[in-house]
């Protein structure tokens, strides 16, 4: 048996939304784009939602609204995905990189506080995994004139203290990739209840030219337009908001399904001394966008990476996430080292992701049990 990492959950409603869109012959941002985006704001609860190619886009138009420039700094955590930095870096400006909580991977308060200076624009937080932050804590020890952009690329659909992730905050970001819980292939999602900050990305998205400029081809519109600023490539297509349509429609169910394969994994490994639970906060009810395994590797023989490979010998593919960004050459160039992470360190040595998604079978679900049992057994010191 193989076990995938990821296994896209696509069925024929997807194939027939997308062949459907292909038929009607608007290939790129349109009608179907308006009403995705139109659905995603009613499901989440905010004002407004502007759909982009990837959560990358929607991050960097977060900073560009909030006019983040050369010169300032923008706090984010080690523990996440290249593109997090990335984006700052767009602005020429500068990511300084914080450490994280070992029980839950995620950016804390008293990290922001300890990171915070005069020059800092931003926070990015991360919704590790589908957990959220805890943005009450963030939002004080940020202070005012401080901006909070959520990177919640695994966090849909999450809830911090009840509340979804995105119904609340200055501005929220989305990814559609191919292994996020909702996808459509590509994409992203920024929301915003800021209705300036709305206008603003949407003209954006679109090189700077007049928000309803894709509607110069059809008789509703014009061919003219004018261009404000200097914008970006940044649009979504139609024949991917038809896929997101249809995702978004499943979500719950799908969302069901995850929530269930991470309780019948805690279950199991719950009696194992050498897994280290992984932590969800009271207030938080996670996406399970992500299965973090946590190996006390004291008490083992073998490492991490000596793990993941006795798994992939078995048919069963991991993930570690995330590389921590200060392990990169950039970073390590920019004088970021190892020793002042420890919280990120501690989680980089341990953490392999499972499997977790919802079109894995009962047989699937517990060969991954059995085996990552069997391997801890076998390698007990
Ligand atoms: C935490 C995090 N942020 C941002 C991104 C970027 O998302 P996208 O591929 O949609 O640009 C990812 C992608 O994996 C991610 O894991």
């Known amino acids: 048996m193989i076990i995938p990492f990821h296994k896209p959950f696509i069925g024929e409603e997807e194939v027939e939304a997308v062949a459907d869109s292909l038929r009607r012959g608007w290939l790129t941002m349109g009608q179907k784009t308006i009403e995705f985006e139109k659905k995603f704001s009613e499901y989440i609860g905010v004002s407004g939602s502007v759909a982009v190619q990837s959560c990358t886009a929607a991050l960097h138009l977060g900073l560009k609204v909030i006019e983040c420039k050369p010169g300032d700094e923008v706090i984010i955590p080690a523990i996440t995905f290249a593109s997090t930095a990335e984006i700052v870096h767009y602005c020429n400006a500068r990511p300084v990189l914080a450490d994280v909580d070992p029980r839950t991977h995620l950016l804390t308060a008293e990290e922001v506080e300890r990171k915070k200076t005069k020059k800092t624009k931003a926070v990015i937080p991360v919704h590790y995994g589908g957990q959220s932050v805890d943005l009450d804590a ?146 938080n009810k996670s996406a399970w966008h992500l299965y973090p395994l946590r190996l006390d590797i004291g008490r083992l023989k073998i490492s991490r990476d000596e793990f993941i490979e006795l798994l992939k010998s078995r048919g069963i593919i991991t993930s570690v996430h995330f590389i921590p960004l200060y392990r990169f050459s950039l970073y390590k160039k920019a004088g970021w080292k190892v020793k002042d992470f420890p919280g990120s360190e501690w989680v980089f040595k341990r953490e392999i992701s499972l499997p977790i998604y919802p079109g894995m079978t009962e047989e699937e679900i517990a060969f991954v049990i059995e085996n990552v049992i069997d391997i801890v057994k076998k390698n007990r010191k």
Request: charged share 25%.
């Open 138 to 283: 963030i939002r004080v020890a940020a202070g005012k004139s401080v901006f909070i952009i959520e990177d919640a690329a695994h966090a849909l659909p999450a809830y911090y203290k009840g509340r979804l992730i995105g119904s609340r905050g200055d501005v929220v970001c989305f990814s559609f990739y191919a292994t996020k819980t909702l996808t459509m292939g590509e994409g992203g999602m920024i929301v915003t209840g800021n209705k300036k900050w709305q206008e603003r990305m949407r003209r954006l998205r679109l090189h700077g030219i007049t928000s309803d400029a894709w509607k110069r081809y059809t008789a509703a519109g014009s061919w003219k337009y004018d261009v404000f600023e200097a914008g970006y490539k940044y649009n979504t297509t139609d024949i991917n908001a038809a896929m997101g349509i249809v995702q978004l429609q499943k979500l719950e169910a799908m969302t069901d399904v995850r929530c269930r394969i991470a309780q019948k994994y805690n279950e199991a490994f719950s009696e194992i001394e050498e897994i280290i639970p992984y932590m969800i906060e009271k207030n």
